[in-house]
C-alpha cells in the first residue's frame, strides 16, 4: 500500500480501499469527511490536480455514490474517493473553493442527477438541460427509451420479428402449447 | 537513449527552441494567485523565433496579469460581487450583452458564450452549452459493453479513437483481458494518427481565427492524406471503430507502412510551411503574442492539461506520466514553452505535430508482423462484466483524456462519464480568462484552449 | 531585421501557384472506398440463415428481421433475413463481426443516393443494388477475430485407461463456471427449437444456466420433456447440428448444459422444484403399452392432466432401450431411475412382466380403457443371413444388452467379431471390450461395417472412444460367410465394400471380390439394426388399421390410428431416437386428450 495511504488511514476514517493499479487507489469514506480529506490531499499529500467528480446511482440501495478522482503530478498517483448519500433530497457538502472547476461539476449533478451542493456558484443555473421539465434524467428510475416514445414519433417500419417465435408459428405452432 | 541522441532528436526538429523543462511549476497550487507570476517575467525561456527576446510580449503579460477578477475600483469594470463575478448593472448603459455562438466556427464546436463588454473590452463571461447533448452517457445504460463501442467514440467527435481506447482499456482491465502486443502497437498508431489529424487542423486554425485562412486549407489537404490512411486502416475516414475490448480490428494492410511514413514527409513540410506563413507572420505575431495569458499557478487551479498546460512551463504528459500501451518503448520528450500565450500554445500544438509524425514513425517501425491483433472475448451479446470500477486515461491532443467506468456486474455498465479537457478549459477557464480581452480575440483564444464542447456535455 | 522576415515570410504562400493541384479531378469515379470501408450492407441470402445475432449486436436498432418472398423457413433457416435503416446505422458493422455465417459484409461504396427516404431502407441481398458485387469492403477480419468463442468448453471426461474396464459413466458433467461459459456462447436465436422433435425452449432454458436460476431451467424442460436427465447425457441432439454458432465453430453443447440443470436439482427437490400433481380429475383412464421413453412422457403429460394411467411393461423394470440397450457408461441407471421415478411419483401406475399379446390382449385393454397408447418400439434385432448366422455362438446385439442389463451372465469369448457400423453397435462392441478386459485383462474385438468410416453412421465420438479402448475396427467391409470348424466359430470371410446404397438411395451394396479379408473369431455378434414385433395386433385390430405399400403403420399428426383409440407411437413410427419417443409421446397425450373429450377424429 502506498505511504501516503496508511497517512491518510490514520486521520480519516476510510475502507473498502481497492488498487485497482499500481497508479490508481480507490477508497470510501464518509459524506462528512470528504471535503476535509480532499482538502489535506490536496494541501498535504500533493494531490493537486483535480480530475473528475460524478455519482453512480444505486437506485436498489437508495444512495448516489459520489466519486472524486485526483492526482498527484508528482507523484503520479490517481485516487478515487467515493462517498455515499441518500437519494432522497440528496445533498452534499461544496468543495467548490478547492478548484475552480468543481462548482462545474456540482452544477452538473445538481442538473443530471439532483444532487444539491449548497453554496456551489451557480449551482441552480440550468445547464445543458434548458427548458427540461421531466426528472433529472441520470437518474435510474429516468426511462430514456420511454421518454423518447412518448416525446417523439418513430418512423414506422417493418415489423422484426423473433427468428425462434416466427419459427414457431411458420413449422410448428400445432406442436407447441404454451402453459397456461 | 542517451542524453545526446535525445537532444539530437529534439534539435533536428525544433532548432534550439526546444528547452526540456524541469517540473518547475509542479507545486500545490497558490490559492490566492491574484498575484502576477514570476513565469510571466523572463521564466519563459522558450523564444520565439525570430522574435528578439520577446521584449514586447512581456509588455502584455504584465497588462493581463489581473486577469483573475481583482476587486478593484476603476469605474470602467464592475466591482465584483460576493461569489467572485462582476455584478453589471445593465440599465446604467455602460454595457452590452452579446451572444457569440452557439453556430459552430469550425475548430471550437457549438457552444455559445453570453459576453458582456463594455466598448469592445469584454468584462462578463458565461459559457452556454446544450447545444449537442446526446444523453450518451444515459444511453450507455442500455448498450452491452461491445456496442458501447460504436457510441461512445462520438462523445468526443474530431478525435474520437482515444474514445474507443480509454473505453476498450477500461473493460479489459475490470474483466482482467490483456490486449495482444501487436493490438498495443496498432492502438497507438491510430491513437498518434488520430492526434496528428487533429492538430493538422488546429494548428493552422489559430491564424483561421486571426482570419489568416490560407494555412488552414493546407493543414486540411495533410489531414485528408491522414484520414486516406485512416480509411485503408479502419474502414472509416472520421468514426474509426477501430479498437474494441479485446483489442483491434485489423492488422496493417499490405503496403501501409510505406505509404504512412511517406505521409510523414508533407507533415513535416506542412509544418515548415505554416512556419514561415504563420508563426513567422508579424500580423499573427501581433495578435497571438501576449494573447490569452494563462498564469501558471492557474494550472492546478483549473485543472488544465495538456498543451494548455504545457505551454505554461508544465511537463504533462500522460504517456510520459502514467505510461499506457507500449508507450514507454518510444523514445521522444514532451515539449515543454513557458509564455502561456496564445502564440505559445499553438507553437506547442506545432512542436507536438512533429513529435507525433516522428512517433508514427517509429511506430510503424515497431509493429510487429506477427500475432494476434485481438484476444479472445465473449460472446458479446452476453459478455459481462465483474463488479468494479476504474479511471482510464490517456493524452489526447488537448490533454488528459479519461474514462471513468463503474460495472455492477451485469452485461450493462453501470455508469461511464468522460472527464474531457474543455469541461474545464472552455468553462471555467475560460470565462475567467475572457475577462478584460478584447472582444476581437475571443475565438482566438477559445481555439488556443482548444474548446471542443462535445466533450462537454456528452 | 527579423521584423522585416515577419514581414516577408508569408509571402513565400505564393510559391504554391507552381505546385500541381492536389484536388481529385472526378471524385465520384476516381475516388472509390478503401479495401476495407464500411458502406453499404451486402449479404449472400444462400448464406444467411436469419438467426438474427446482426440484430441483436446493432446498437442503433438499425437491424430488423423481416420476412422475405424469396427465402422459405426450414429447419435452421428462419426465413427472416435482416433489413437495414440507413436512417440509423452508423456503419459500425459490429453486425458483420458477429454474422453467425459470415454471410454479411459492408461494400466500399458510400456515394449512393436516392431521392426517395424509403429507399435507404432494404433488405440487402435481397432488394438488389448495384454494389452487390463489389468485392472491396468490410469483411470480417480473419483469422482468430472473434466477437464469440468458436470452441465449446470442452466437457471432463475420463481418460481411456480409467475407463477400459469400468461401467462407471465417461462424461463427467459441466461445473458451474463450466456450464455458465458454454451457456454464454449462446446468441439466442432459437433455431434449435425447431430442429428439435419435442421443441424444447432451449435458449430459455440456456438463458437460466447464464443467469443460474436453475429451478427455473428445469421447470422449462419439463414443459416439454419429462426425460431431462436421460437426454442430457445420450439424447442424439439434432439441435445441435442446426445450431447457428455451428457455422463458423462449435455448435454450443445443448445436451451437456441440459444435463447440468438436471444434475444440478437433486432427486428430493423435484417436488419442491416443479410444484406438480395428478388432479384425478377426469373419469377416463387410458392403457399405456410398453414404458420406453414415449409411453413414459405420455404418461407424465396425462397424468399432468388428470386422467388415471395404467401401463404395462413386458420387462422387470421401465424404461426400454434406455435402460436394456444404451450402457451404462453412458446412461448411469440411476440417472434414468431419477426421471422414471418422478413420473411414477405422479401416481401413474403399472405392471411389470406383462407382455401384451401374451399375458393380457389389447383387445382386453381396448375393452377396459378408454384409450390404449402403444410405444412398444424395436426389439427384434435383425440378422445379416449370411451362411454361418444359424450358429449358436452367433448373437443379437440387443439381446445381449437387455441380457447384461438384467444382471445375467453373457457369453464372452476371448475373441470376439462383431457386424455393425452405427451407434447399437458401438455400443454392443465397447460393452464386451470392458468385460473382455475384465475377464482376460485384454481386448480382442474386430468391428466390422459396410460403410467407411466417413459415412459410418455411428456418432465420431464413439469410434474414437473405441479406437481409445482397443477395439479393431474395420469399416468398409462386406461380411460373406462365417468360417466354421468342427462346430466352432473361426471367423467372418469379408469382401471391400465398394457402395452401399444405388442411385435411388436403396440399400444395395457392391463389393469388389477381388479385395477379401478373414476376421478371426469365435463368437459373433449381428448390431446392423433393429425391427418391430406388433404380434399383440390381432386380425380384427389389424384389419382396421391402415398401412403403406411398404407395410409401415400409419398414424396421424396426433399418432392416432385408424382405429381411433388406439395411438401408436415411438420407433415403431418415428425415429428412432429417445427424444422422438419423448415428442411423440407428449403429442399423443394430447391427442388422446382431445379424443376423449371428442375433439379429434383420425381423418
Ligand atoms: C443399444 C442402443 C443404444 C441406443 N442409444 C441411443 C442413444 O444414445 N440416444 C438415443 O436417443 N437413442 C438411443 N437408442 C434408441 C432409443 O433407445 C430408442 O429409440 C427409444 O428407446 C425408443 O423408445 P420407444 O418408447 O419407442 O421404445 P422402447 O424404448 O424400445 O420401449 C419399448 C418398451 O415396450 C416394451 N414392450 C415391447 N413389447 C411389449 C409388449 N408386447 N407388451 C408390453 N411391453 C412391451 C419393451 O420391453 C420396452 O420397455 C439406442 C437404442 C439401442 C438399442
Ligand atoms: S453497421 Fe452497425 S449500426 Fe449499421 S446495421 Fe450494422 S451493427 Fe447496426
Ligand atoms: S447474423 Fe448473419 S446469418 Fe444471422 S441473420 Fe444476420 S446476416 Fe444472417
Known amino acids: 500500500m502506498h505511504q501516503f495511504l496508511k497517512e491518510i488511514q490514520n486521520r480519516f476514517p476510510i475502507h473498502d480501499v481497492k488498487e485497482q493499479r499500481k497508479n490508481l487507489t480507490l477508497f470510501t469514506t464518509e459524506k462528512e469527511q470528504v471535503v476535509p480529506l480532499l482538502t489535506h490531499l490536496r494541501d498535504h499529500e500533493g494531490f493537486t490536480h483535480f480530475v473528475l467528480l460524478t455519482a453512480v446511482d444505486w437506485i436498489e440501495e437508495d444512495l448516489f455514490q459520489l466519486t472524486y478522482i485526483l492526482n498527484n503530478p508528482e507523484k503520479k498517483v490517481d485516487l478515487g474517493i467515493r462517498a455515499y448519500i441518500g437519494r432522497e433530497n440528496a445533498s452534499m457538502e461544496s468543495a467548490h473553493h478547492l478548484w475552480e472547476q468543481v462548482a462545474t461539476y456540482q452544477r452538473e449533478l445538481k442538473e443530471m442527477f439532483g444532487i444539491d451542493f449548497p453554496g456551489s456558484p451557480r449551482v441552480d443555473e440550468e445547464f445543458f438541460l434548458e427548458g427540461w421539465d421531466d426528472i433529472p434524467p441520470m437518474r435510474r428510475e429516468f426511462d430514456s427509451k420511454k421518454y423518447s416514445e412518448e416525446t417523439y414519433f418513430p418512423r414506422p417500419g417493418s415489423k422484426s420479428h423473433d427468428p425462434g417465435e416466427y419459427m414457431k408459428q411458420k413449422l410448428y405452432s400445432d406442436d407447441y402449447e404454451e402453459e397456461e | 537513449m542517451t542524453m545526446k541522441k535525445k537532444n539530437d532528436i529534439l534539435s533536428r526538429l525544433f532548432g534550439k527552441e526546444h528547452r526540456p523543462q524541469e517540473n518547475k511549476h509542479n507545486q500545490p497550487a497558490d490559492a490566492d494567485s491574484g498575484k502576477s507570476s514570476d513565469a510571466g517575467k523572463g521564466g519563459g525561456t522558450g523564444s520565439v523565433p525570430g522574435s528578439d527576446s520577446g521584449a514586447s510580449g512581456e509588455a502584455h503579460y504584465s497588462d493581463h496579469n489581473h486577469n483573475i477578477a481583482p476587486d478593484h475600483t476603476e469605474d470602467k469594470y464592475p466591482r465584483n460581487g460576493k461569489d467572485g463575478k462582476p455584478e453589471v448593472d445593465l440599465s446604467s448603459g455602460k454595457y452590452t450583452k452579446v451572444w457569440q455562438g452557439p453556430n459552430h466556427p469550425g475548430v471550437t464546436g457549438n457552444m455559445s458564450l453570453e459576453l458582456t463588454i463594455c466598448g469592445d473590452e469584454i468584462v462578463d463571461a458565461k459559457t452556454h452549452v446544450g447545444y449537442l447533448h446526446r444523453g450518451f452517457e444515459k444511453l450507455f445504460e442500455r448498450r452491452l459493453y461491445m456496442q458501447v463501442m460504436p457510441t461512445c467514440l462520438r462523445m468526443c467527435v474530431p478525435e474520437s479513437d482515444t474514445n474507443e481506447y480509454v473505453f476498450s482499456e477500461a473493460v479489459e482491465e475490470l474483466s482482467g483481458i490483456e490486449a495482444p502486443e501487436k493490438a498495443k502497437w496498432l492502438r497507438m498508431l491510430v491513437l498518434e494518427m488520430s492526434r496528428l489529424q487533429m492538430l493538422l487542423r488546429v494548428v493552422p486554425g489559430q491564424g483561421g481565427a486571426f482570419g489568416l485562412g490560407i494555412g488552414v486549407q493546407w493543414g486540411m489537404y495533410v489531414r485528408e492524406l491522414i484520414l486516406d490512411l485512416f480509411e485503408e486502416l479502419t474502414g472509416g475516414r472520421i468514426y474509426h471503430m477501430y479498437m474494441l475490448p479485446g483489442g483491434v480490428r485489423g492488422d496493417l494492410p499490405e503496403g501501409f507502412r510505406e505509404r504512412a511514413i511517406k505521409t510523414m514527409d508533407e ?56 505510461p499506457y500501451l507500449l508507450y514507454d518503448q ?22 507536438d505535430m512533429q513529435v507525433t509524425a516522428d512517433l508514427i514513425k517509429q511506430i510503424l517501425n515497431k509493429i510487429p508482423e506477427k500475432g494476434s491483433f485481438k484476444a479472445p472475448t465473449p460472446n458479446a451479446l452476453n459478455w459481462r462484466i465483474p463488479r468494479g470500477e476504474t479511471y482510464v486515461k490517456a493524452e489526447a491532443s488537448r490533454g488528459e483524456f479519461g474514462y471513468y467506468v463503474v460495472s455492477d456486474g451485469s452485461a450493462y455498465p453501470r455508469r461511464i462519464t468522460l472527464r474531457g479537457p474543455s469541461y474545464t478549459h472552455a468553462i471555467a477557464l475560460l470565462e475567467k480568462m475572457l475577462i478584460r480581452t478584447n472582444i476581437a480575440d475571443v475565438g482566438a483564444i477559445m481555439v488556443s484552449l482548444q474548446t471542443c464542447p462535445p466533450e462537454i456535455e456528452r | 531585421m527579423s521584423k522585416l522576415k515577419d514581414i516577408l515570410s508569408p509571402f513565400t504562400a505564393w510559391n504554391n501557384l507552381a505546385r500541381d493541384p492536389v484536388t481529385i479531378k472526378d471524385p465520384i469515379n476516381d475516388r472509390p472506398g478503401a479495401a476495407r470501408y464500411r458502406g453499404f450492407h451486402q449479404n449472400d441470402i444462400e448464406k444467411c440463415i436469419g438467426c438474427g445475432a446482426c440484430e441483436s449486436i446493432c446498437e442503433t436498432g438499425a437491424i430488423r428481421m423481416v420476412e422475405v418472398d424469396e427465402v422459405e423457413t426450414k429447419e435452421g433457416d428462419s426465413g427472416l433475413r435482416p433489413e437495414v435503416d440507413y436512417g440509423r446505422c452508423c456503419f459500425c458493422a459490429l453486425c458483420v463481426d458477429i454474422c453467425s455465417t459470415g454471410s454479411l459484409t459492408l461494400s466500399n461504396e458510400y456515394i449512393w443516393v436516392d431521392e426517395d427516404p424509403e429507399a435507404f431502407t432494404f433488405v440487402p441481398g435481397i432488394d438488389k443494388k448495384p454494389w452487390d458485387n463489389n468485392q472491396d469492403g468490410w ?11 468458436k470452441e465449446r468448453v470442452r466437457m471432463p471426461e475420463m481418460q481411456a485407461e480409467e475407463r477400459e474396464n469400468s461401467f462407471v459413466e465417461i462424461v463427467k458433467g459441466y ?72 457455422h463458423r465453430g462449435d455448435p454450443i453443447a445443448i445436451r451437456w448444459l441440459k444435463r447440468y440443470i438436471a444434475d444440478s436439482v437433486d432427486e428430493n427437490e423435484y417436488q419442491e422444484a416443479l410444484q406438480q400433481e395428478n388432479p384425478k380429475d377426469k373419469d377416463k383412464s387410458i392403457a399405456i403399452v410398453g414404458a420406453g421413453p414415449t409411453g413414459l412422457s405420455a404418461a407424465y403429460y396425462l397424468a399432468l392432466m388428470g386422467y388415471s394411467v395404467k401401463m404395462f411393461e413386458a420387462q422387470p423394470r421401465a424404461g426400454g432401450m434406455m435402460r436394456y440397450g444404451i450402457p451404462e457408461y453412458r446412461l448411469p441407471y440411476n440417472a434414468l431411475d431419477q426421471d422414471i421415478d418422478y413420473i411414477l411419483s405422479l401416481g401413474v401406475d403399472i405392471q411389470y412382466n406383462t407382455r401384451v399379446g401374451k399375458d393380457i390382449t389389447l383387445d382386453a385393454l381396448h375393452e377396459k380403457y378408454d384409450s390404449v397408447l402403444v410405444g412398444t418400439g424395436l426389439h427384434a434385432g435383425k440378422s445379416t443371413r449370411i451362411p454361418g448366422t444359424d450358429h449358436e455362438h452367433v448373437y443379437q446385439a440387443v439381446d445381449l444388452l437387455r441380457e447384461f442389463s438384467k444382471g445375467n451372465e453373457i457369453p464372452i469369448s476371448e475373441k470376439i467379431v462383431i457386424i455393425g457400423g452405427g451407434n447399437v453397435a458401438m455400443d454392443i462392441t465397447r460393452t464386451l471390450a470392458r468385460l473382455q478386459n475384465q475377464k482376460y485383462g485384454q481386448v480382442n474385438i474386430t468391428t466390422t461395417s459396410l460403410e467407411t468410416e466417413d459415412v459410418m453412421p455411428a456418432d465420431q465420438e464413439e469410434i474414437d472412444e473405441a479406437r481409445e479402448e482397443k477395439v479393431n475396427l474395420k469399416p468398409g467391409w462386406g461380411p460373406q460367410k462365417i468360417e466354421i470348424e468342427n462346430n466352432k466359430i473361426k471367423g467372418l470371410h469379408v469382401q471391400r465394400c465398394l457402395s452401399v446404397f444405388d442411385e435411388n438411395g436403396r440399400f444395395n451394396p457392391q463389393f469388389d471380390e477381388s479385395q477379401t479379408d478373414f476376421f478371426e ?56 431416437d429417445v427424444i422422438h419417443g419423448i415428442a411423440n409421446g407428449h403429442k399423443a397425450a394430447r391427442g388422446i386428450d382431445m379424443y376423449l373429450r371428442g375433439d379429434l377424429r383420425y381423418e
Open chain 3, 175 to 246: 461445473s458451474r463456471e463450466q456450464a455458465i461459459a458454454e451457456a454464454d456462447r449462446c446468441i439466442d436465436c432459437g433455431l434449435c427449437q425447431a430442429t428439435c422433435p419435442a421443441h424444447m425452449d432451449i435458449p430459455d432454458y440456456i438463458r437460466a444456466v447464464r443467469e443460474e436460476n436453475l429451478k427455473e431451467g428445469f421447470r422449462i424442460m419439463y414443459k416439454t420433456n419429462p426425460l431431462p436427465e436421460v437426454c442430457g447425457r445420450i439424447c442424439t441432439h439434432k439441435c445441435e447440428d442446426v445450431c447457428a454458432m455451428g
Open chain 2, 330 to 351: 518510444l523514445e521522444w520528450e514532451v515539449p515543454v514553452l513557458e509564455k502561456s500565450d496564445v502564440y505559445t500554445r499553438a507553437r506547442i500544438r506545432w512542436m
Open chain 2, 267 to 322: 507533415v513535416y513540410r506542412f509544418a515548415q510551411r505554416i512556419d514561415d506563413v504563420m508563426f513567422n507572420n508579424s500580423v499573427f505575431k501581433k495578435r497571438a503574442t501576449g494573447t490569452g495569458y494563462i498564469d501558471p499557478s492557474w494550472v492546478d487551479r483549473f485543472g488544465i492539461v495538456g498543451p494548455n498546460a504545457r505551454a505554461a512551463g508544465y511537463n504533462r504528459d500522460v504517456r510520459k506520466d502514467h
Open chain 3, 521 to 576: 473369431g469365435d463368437m459373433l455378434i449381428e448390431a446392423i439394426g433393429q425391427g418391430m414385433d406388433i404380434s399383440y395386433l390381432s386380425k380384427s385390430i389389424r384389419d382396421g388399421l391402415d398401412f403403406t405399400q411398404r407395410g409401415r403403420l400409419v398414424v396421424n399428426d396426433y399418432f392416432q390410428s385408424k382405429q381411433e383409440w388406439l395411438f401408436i407411437g415411438g420407433d415403431i413410427i418415428q425415429g428412432p
Open chain 3, 139 to 149: 469483411k470480417k477480419p480473419e483469422p482468430d477475430y472473434e466477437l464469440n468463442i
